[in-house]
């Protein structure tokens, strides 16, 4: 059956009007990808409303994950070239791909780069294939209290790693998503919250306009700043064999860096640029001579490619098997695969069990598509870099106006959009991560229906949560998870410490 | 302003909205209460969730206060003039030109979501929001950067040629109807 299912998604992709998708989103994701200041997430989310009313739902998932591993990838040219990675998640690329561009290596660098990111994205699909089905299993033995502390968990991870160093400050993120979500009709008793008699409050807060608002709006009002315009570097010779070479050379940072992003990816909320920066460590800490790293090691770029192109799959996995993304782009796909009739979760695998192999088949496609469109159109696609960003944003804005309101074909949605955006500003200003906060709107509904269920169950008592052994893990998880951020659990130590 | 600045800040500013949704939530629970739902239980109540997100708002920005004045003598009066700090910086900011440029963006946003859209045909309104935010960033812009070279002409051109493909992408291509 696994063949049947894999040959179907392969005949699916191959047909022209799918072909062409795909190589289209691709394209676009690449570009997008290499703009400074357009985000994987905002391609996805754009794209998400423009597929609304694509006709085959397989077409628009297609081209929903070509744009997501064409605008993860397509991050290393900025960061190549311009030394401003065009995604966060190619933030890691830049240490030594900038240099190498600096030392006439540009070309090789890209080559390098977009090899690794392939690569990544295929071993990942490898763990899509293998762990998806076994995590679905697993989660198949979730009840309520277990779905609403594996919310509370995704939101106190994603805080703690997105945060740098103030993890108060990402749970706070994810807390104030979590109440966006409790704006409008609740899904247990129907009773209207936060909603003020507005029938379109009511009817609650769409993920894609909070989403395009909190990552779009504020990288378009930062680019009305002043500011000098960045110099791109000359793009050389791929010169691909020592490319090759080099790659076959650090095969087993290549797999290393796979594992670490598909380990990364998984974590709920925490996305591509901490898979990248924790590859491009692991490199460093175990290779030989890394006084050249930072100085234009080509390894560097290997690693932090493979490590946050891996991070594709990994994020993808809990999104399949148990409704939870794994990052903010997997946020808006998850929410994209529900609008197009698709239910991730743990019954997956029962309901639609051809899913996971048809998103497996798409990812391969979509990055030996990405491969040969990032090498083969490198020459016209670099001179976008070129484009000023103050001409380009206006357009940006506008696309971002027609994405919000194509979800509900409702002007709400365009104001929702613009509110989120001013909040987005706000909090790039304080320097509170906005992960956290789309991850709380996704999981907001299903931790308080989840809660509210359990507790109607068992008729308001909390004691059944400490007869089932998965949640009292996630609980005990959890806790030690906010004492040691908080310094608590340091503070009780040396309290025990003293007393002995 | 300074990272501990804005973190007294945001904390006053989570400390006010985590209390209001406190208050908001027992409010629901009271109105829960009463027909047609009468749910007097308040594990089971609609407003329960909400009631402990509100609480933990509260008690996170009161942590990111205390964290923020971690280390200071007198606490409360660096606290009251961080505040103090914060407005002045908020004043101080209309005198500089990279914020009144973005002011005046997000205003010129503002209008074209809120008054334009649905006004005016999505074609001439996204034309002419064009053309008045690329006119805007043109002045706006420092000397010798590519926007500001940017001549009238060439912005009507970009600000025609770009509504027109959004209109035939999506009108046309995708078959949706755009505001």
Not at chain 1, 369 to 385: E, K, Q
Not at chain 1, 407 to 414: G, K, P, T
Not at chain 2, 30 to 43: C, M, T, V, Y
Request: aromatic share 10%; charged share 10%.
């Amino acid at each position: 059956m696994t063949f049947q299912y894999l040959l179907d998604a392969c005949l699916n992709v191959l047909s022209p009007a799918n072909f062409l998708m795909l190589a289209a989103a691709v394209l676009a994701g690449l570009i997008m990808g290499m703009l400074p200041g357009l985000s994987a997430t905002m391609a996805i989310a754009l794209l998400t409303g423009l597929t609304y009313n694509v006709g085959d739902h397989q077409t628009a998932i297609i081209a929903l994950l070509g744009v997501y591993v064409g605008a993860i990838s397509g991050g290393c040219q900025s960061a190549i070239l311009l030394n401003i990675p065009g995604t966060p998640a190619s933030a890691a690329t830049a240490l030594d791909g900038f240099p190498m561009a600096r030392q006439g290596n540009g070309g090789l660098a890209i080559f390098i780069a977009t090899t690794a990111s392939c690569l990544g994205t295929i071993l990942s699909v490898i763990f899509v294939l293998t762990l998806t089905p076994l995590l679905t299993s697993f989660a198949l033995k979730f009840a309520s209290w277990e779905f609403f502390f594996l919310s509370i968990f995704g939101i106190l991870i994603c805080g703690t790693l997105t945060a740098r160093g103030n993890a108060l400050k990402g749970w706070i993120s994810g807390i104030c998503g979590l109440l966006t979500a409790q704006i409008g009709l609740d899904t247990v008793d129907t009773f209207a919250r936060f909603s003020y008699g507005n029938v379109n409050m009511m009817s609650g807060i769409q993920l894609i306009p909070v989403m395009i608002g909190l990552f779009g709006f504020p990288e378009i009002v930062k680019a009305f700043k002043s500011g000098s315009e960045a110099k791109v570097l000359q793009l050389t010779s791929f010169n691909i064999l020592k490319g090759f070479r080099i790659v076959r050379d650090n095969i087993v940072g290549v797999v290393r860096s796979a594992f670490i992003g598909v380990g990364v990816g998984i974590i709920p909320g925490v996305g591509e640029d901490v898979g990248g920066w924790l590859s491009y460590w692991a490199m460093k800490a175990s290779g030989r001579n890394t006084d050249g790293f930072g100085k234009g090691d080509p390894r560097g770029i290997v690693a932090a490619e493979t490590g946050n192109n891996a991070c594709v799959g990994g994020a993808i996995i809990p999104v399949l098997s148990l409704a939870v993304p794994g990052s903010a782009p997997a946020a808006v796909l998850m929410a994209a695969f529900f609008m197009h009739n698709y239910r991730p979760g743990p019954l997956l695998m029962t309901e639609s069990p051809e899913f996971l192999y048809n998103v497996a088949v798409y990812l391969v496609f979509a990055s030996v598509l990405m491969w040969l469109i990032a090498l083969g159109m490198a020459r016209v696609t670099v001179r976008v870099l070129t484009v000023n960003k103050k001409l380009l944003m206006p357009v940006v804005f506008l696309l971002c106006v027609v994405g919000a309101y194509l979800i509900n074909y409702n002007l709400f949605d365009v104001k929702v959009m613009f509110f989120f955006g001013l909040i987005g500003l706000a909090m790039s200003y304080m320097n509170v991560p906005a992960a956290p906060f789309i991850l709380g709107v996704v999981l907001g509904s299903m931790a308080d229906s989840n809660l509210r269920r359990a507790l109607r169950l068992s008729d308001g008592s909390f004691l059944p949560l400490f007869e089932r052994p998965i949640s009292v893990a996630f609980l005990i998880v959890c806790v030690l998870m906010i004492l040691s951020q908080t310094g608590l659990l340091a503070w009780l130590r040396g309290k025990v410490k003293r007393e002995r | 302003m300074d990272e501990k600045i804005k973190d007294t800040v945001f904390g006053v500013v989570l400390f006010a909205l985590g209390s209001y949704v406190a208050a908001e939530s027992v409010l629901m629970i009271g109105r829960a209460a009463n027909p047609p739902l009468r749910i007097r239980q308040l594990s089971v109540s609609p407003g329960l969730f909400p009631l402990v997100l509100g609480l933990l708002l509260v008690l996170f920005s009161v942590l990111l206060i205390a964290g923020s004045l971690k280390g200071n003598e007198k606490p409360l009066s660096v606290f009251a003039d961080r505040l103090k700090t914060s407005f002045s910086a908020m004043r101080a900011a209309f005198g500089n030109n990279d914020f009144l440029s973005m002011l005046i963006g997000v205003v010129m946003m503002f209008v074209y979501c809120f008054f334009v859209v649905g006004n005016i045909p999505f074609w001439g309104g996204a034309v002419g929001f064009l053309v008045a935010m690329m006119v805007f960033l043109r002045f706006a812009g420092p000397a010798g950067c590519s926007a500001r070279a940017a001549n009238l002409g060439v912005i009507v051109l970009t600000a025609l040629v770009s509504a027109s493909l959004v209109v035939f992408l999506f009108e046309k291509i995708f078959k949706t109807v755009l505001p």
